[in-house]
């Protein structure tokens, strides 16, 4: 069972997650608080060559570009799980570098600030497809398959996490609907 973040000593890492590590971070953490990142916001913008597309087929996963802010989840972390926890984000997360390993602050919902290991987006990386109209994120979503599953689920699982944890991200919202409506065949969308 998973300890309340004010009962955490000190020595605690965190993780701030943003897309499906809300909800499926995959390592062992012994809480989990809504949390606020300032300076980066929520952007599906990294072409997906492992996790949900391939390189031949392309699809598009989430990441943190600088500028605004981001609500998202801060999972706790012992001192002692640290190590595994890190070479499995590691591993999870920077299958082709595209992402910056970062420490931010973030606000927990409780009004604390703690240190979190954060993965930015380098606008560097081939990888960075920058910012997409929702049409051409939609297009490059549908039927994109990577060895983490359909790119459409992903998309999915997130709009719906971020809901049920009362956070508003309209272009994440309006990009589940656009996909709902093409699964039903009212958008009109030409698979790329």
């Not at 706790?76 to 640290?82: G, N, R, S, Y």
Request: net charge neutral; hydrophobic share 45%; proline share 3%.
């Amino acid at each position: 069972m998973a300890m309340d973040a004010t009962d955490i000593g000190s020595s605690a890492y965190w993780v701030f997650g943003y897309g499906s590590l809300i909800w499926n971070p995959g390592f062992a953490h012994v809480a989990a608080r809504p949390a606020v990142l300032h300076g980066a916001h929520r952007s599906l913008c990294i072409y997906s060559h492992h996790h949900r597309g391939t390189p031949e087929r392309p699809g598009l996963v989430f990441g943190l570009v600088e500028g605004g802010s981001c609500r998202g989840m801060a999972f706790a972390v012992t001192e002692a799980d640290w190590p595994g926890v890190r070479e499995y984000l590691k591993a999870r997360e920077q299958v082709t570098s595209v992402y910056r390993e970062a420490t931010r602050r973030v606000r927990l919902d409780d009004g604390r600030e703690v240190k979190a290991l954060a993965f930015l987006v380098d606008r560097h990386h081939d990888q960075y497809a920058g910012r997409l109209t929702l049409a051409e994120q939609a297009r490059m979503v549908i039927g994109a398959v990577g060895s983490s599953g359909n790119n459409v689920d992903y998309v999915r699982n997130t709009a719906r996490h971020l809901a049920e944890l009362g956070i508003r991200d309209r272009q994440v919202m309006a990009l589940a609907a656009l996909l709902e409506a093409a699964e039903a065949g009212g958008a009109g969308l030409e698979v790329a």
